[in-house]
């Protein structure tokens, strides 16, 4: 956990600006968290999934700089939605950041609703039905 701990303050909080008091929350307990490396074994990108009932939220969803582009995002939302499955989830949402509201579509996700401001950062809120 102090690997996804360092990579999301690097991301969040240095990177974006998100204050390091919201970045980290309870929920992260109970989470079921995932984490890729690089071939050196860095940790460069992780998310988690929250599970409630047939439904689940993936959040802090988060790649080094250096990474990114290379697949390791990709990796994580795969696994995420595998361990998703696993444990009965038919659908996920995600607030996704608008800069990479293309990544989630692509991944078969679809915005709902409008806009909006999420720790100083427009968000929409993304949904997709699993298998």
Do not use: C, K, N, W
């Given at each position: ?21 919201i970045e980290q929350d309870a929920a992260d307990a109970t989470a079921v968290h995932v984490l890729s490396r690089d071939d050196t074994g ?42 998703a499955v696993l444990r009965g989830v038919t659908a996920v949402e995600l ?37």
């Open positions: 956990m102090s690997e996804v701990a360092a990579l999301r303050t690097r991301v969040f909080v240095v990177e974006q600006g998100v204050p390091a008091e860095r940790a460069v990108a992780t998310g988690r999934l929250l599970v409630s009932g047939p439904t689940a939220g993936i959040g802090r969803m988060a790649t080094d700089a250096a990474a990114r582009g290379r697949g390791h995002a990709a990796a994580v939302l795969a696994e995420l939605h595998r361990q607030h996704a950041q608008l800069t990479a509201r293309g990544f989630y579509e692509r991944a078969g996700y679809v915005a709902v609703g409008e806009t909006y401001e999420e720790a100083g950062i427009a968000h929409i809120t993304m949904r997709r039905r699993l298998p």
